[in-house]
């Protein structure tokens, strides 16, 4: 290998360096390469991580010294060296102490072992390939911190066959502290176990990695930690893994940065307690991924929650929303994308209008066959999973999962990223709290999109497509999802027990063949813009509520069936406005006008209701309704609700039972409130 290159560490590069060698401070410090030999005054470094875990290793100390590296040949089935700290019996490679290990060339059937209790040991990889028949290729029994290091230019492989009677785990296998880092590639393999393993704590900090794995991908005991590199993992487990279950402080996963792309028949991303992610790029393919022909609706749902138009699954395109106000008569909404969230909680009528369409990635899963007969949970197939909490922050974030796409069996927030999901169960499901107060969530196929024992969204831009319910609050279980059904999902007691869906910015928009939003307790909009497209079958709504529905402020437009209708309660400060109609099709506009104040809704599939409420409905206003272009409709707005009727129309029969109740409509002969 050259030995005239720079090497760069993430992290503050010391004060008197030699160009071969690399003080790295992990996270501690920023990015620098070192170009010359000359001694220099330390800079100041800017932090770029914070980690305040325990288990961290982002502020590990490791020095990677590449002049003064023990070099150890590979030579088939043995290999060589003359440095100090290391022992070769036969195909087996010893390590003893502490410091840089140079290692190039090709083990056909051996490995390499390091034992250096209490000592930092750094495995500098520049072109080597270890293969071992039974056994991990990399074998840390004892070490402070082991860092695998990959040398800039040079590809490197290792190769192992691990099970659960075997002494290792992983063909990179170690039981305390490693990180990986590098400006070179490596390739892992392990046709009987896992692909990477730390017993302890695990950071990925640079590199091209790509593990190919009989059961999980990259495994952690204590914490699990990614700030750069390039991965890319085909397992038959889960990709990325954090096991311990021994307090809230270990058992973590956090993605600060890096390219991920993980084909899982497991989950993609499994933390036992919480899982964040800040940044990076995430492509996740787990189970055999979404199939739009997979997914049934409610038919096993409590009364009032779920049911669902199953024979509208092909009509999955949201309508667009267009609205215009002024004297001017400027459009707005009129097949624009929706308003930034970030600078617009509360849209006006002036303001844009949401437009999406639904696109389904094909699932494609390689997998290596497993032999491994591990007691872990491997049925579950979800996209982004925490034990306790799930935070999204930043990033770019695709799943396609035959699972939920993210899950929390606490509580979940999103804050920020691009997240484009395509599951066979719940686009985001929390067992507590879900909060969106910012990012960009788009749920292309879903049985529920968004689904918690409490929802809130402040902020963001969302846009669901399901099959079931779009927004579901609290909503029981849903084994029947899919065909293969999954368990019932659970909430927390705590979380659950004032179950509550509110709305107070952002810019949501639902497709649901079931209920557009359904709340088992309260449903609050107090901002923001909704757009709902609900169901055609008259035993789903596009709003239904188990206790009051309140609307204060920001705009809400709604089209739906007619047969279980659940409008605003009287507790609304700001009034609405219901068209009973006759049968509309798919395709068919309906605005609501006042003057030169209009608003628009296309509806993606047929239906029979359509609902408004925006700042410029005031008490006292006439308004029309209009479908295709043709008023069919029109009243004054008196109190929180008022219903007008088309000619002819009447709402439709009732189907399934009452989620909550109705304000200002007559329930249909023959029905009863739950």
Not at 43 to 70: H, I, K
Not at 154 to 163: A, F, I, K
Not at 422 to 450: F, I, M, P, Q, R
Request: glycine share 14%.
């Amino acid at each position: 290998m050259k030995k005239d290159q720079p090497w760069k560490g993430v992290g503050a590069v010391a004060a008197t360096l030699s160009l071969l060698t690399v003080l790295v401070l992990s996270g501690c410090g920023s990015s620098q390469t070192t170009t010359s030999t000359s001694t220099s005054t330390p800079q100041a470094q800017t932090a770029r991580f914070t980690a305040t875990e325990s288990v961290s290793l982002l502020c590990a100390s490791y020095q990677v010294d590449l002049q003064n590296a023990v070099e150890i040949a590979l030579n088939g089935t043995s290999a060589s060296t003359s440095g100090r700290g290391v022992s070769v019996s036969g195909s087996t490679v010893t390590i003893t102490a502490g410091g840089t290990y140079e290692l190039s060339g090709t083990l056909t059937n051996g490995t390499i072992v390091v034992d250096a209790k209490g000592q930092t040991v750094v495995l500098a990889l520049g072109g080597a390939a270890i293969a071992a028949s039974s056994g991990a290729a990399i074998n840390v029994q004892n070490a402070e911190l082991a860092v695998v290091y990959t040398v800039s230019g040079t590809d490197n492989t290792l190769s192992g066959y691990n099970t659960d009677t075997t002494d290792t785990n992983a063909a990179l296998y170690s039981k305390d502290n490693l990180i990986l880092d590098g400006e070179g590639s490596l390739t892992v393999t392990d046709t009987g176990n896992n692909g990477i393993q730390s017993k302890d704590s695990l950071a990925v900090l640079g590199g091209t990695v790509t593990v190919n794995a009989a059961n999980h991908g990259i495994k952690a005991n204590d914490s699990l930690e990614v700030t750069d590199g390039i991965i890319t993992i085909t397992c038959g487990g889960d990709g990325l893994k954090s096991a311990s279950t021994d307090s809230t402080d270990v058992g973590y996963v956090h993605i600060y940065g890096g390219t991920m792309t993980v084909t899982a028949s497991g989950d993609g991303v499994q933390a036992e307690s919480s899982l964040t992610v800040e940044g990076g790029a995430l492509d996740l393919t787990c189970g055999t991924g979404s199939d739009a022909s997979q997914i049934s609706a409610g038919s096993n749902t409590p009364m009032g929650f779920g049911g669902g138009n199953t024979s509208n699954s092909s009509a999955m395109m949201p309508g667009s929303f267009s609205g215009s106000s002024g004297s001017s008569g400027s459009s707005g909404f009129d097949g624009q994308m929706p308003p930034d969230a970030s600078t617009s909680a509360t849209p006006s009528a002036s303001s844009t209008t949401t437009t999406s369409s639904v696109t389904t990635a094909a699932a494609t899963t390689t997998t290596v066959a497993s032999t491994a007969s591990s007691t872990e949970d491997t049925t579950s197939t979800k996209g982004l999973k925490a034990g306790t909490m799930l935070t999204v922050s930043g990033g770019t974030i695709t799943v396609d999962s035959t699972d939920d796409a993210l899950h929390s069996n606490g509580d979940a927030l999103i804050s920020g990223g691009t997240l484009t999901l395509s599951t066979n169960d719940d686009g985001v499901h929390a067992d507590g709290t879900l909060t969106v107060s910012g990012g960009k969530v788009t749920v292309e196929l879903s049985y529920e999109g968004l689904e918690g024992a409490n929802v809130t969204i402040t902020n963001g831009t969302i846009d669901v497509t399901s099959t079931d319910d779009g927004i579901n609050v609290n909503g029981g279980g849903d084994s029947s999802g899919t065909m293969g059904g999954f368990r019932n999902d659970t909430f927390s007691s705590s979380s659950s027990a004032n179950c509550t869906l509110i709305i107070s910015g952002g810019s949501v928009t639902v497709n649901a063949s079931g209920d557009g939003l359904d709340s088992n307790g309260d449903l609050i909009i107090s901002g923001g813009l909704v757009m709902v497209n609900g169901p055609s079958a008259n035993d789903n709504g596009a709003m239904d509520y188990n206790n009051s529905f309140e609307i204060s402020g920001g705009t809400v437009i709604a089209v739906g069936s007619s047969g279980m209708l659940e409008n605003p309660t009287s507790g609304s400060t700001q009034s609405s406005l219901g068209a009973v109609l006759q049968s509309c099709s798919a395709g068919d506009t309906v605005t609501f006008t006042s003057g030169s104040t209009s608003y628009t809704i296309t509806a993606s599939k047929a239906f029979a209701f359509a609902l408004l409420s925006c700042p410029e409905m005031t008490s006292g206003s006439s308004w029309t309704v209009s479908v295709n272009g043709t008023e069919v409709a029109s009243g004054t707005v008196s109190g929180a609700m008022t219903t007008v009727n088309q000619s002819g129309a009447s709402a439709g029969t009732m189907g399934g039972g009452m989620g909550g109740r109705q304000n200002g409509m007559t329930p249909p002969s023959g029905t009863t409130r739950p």
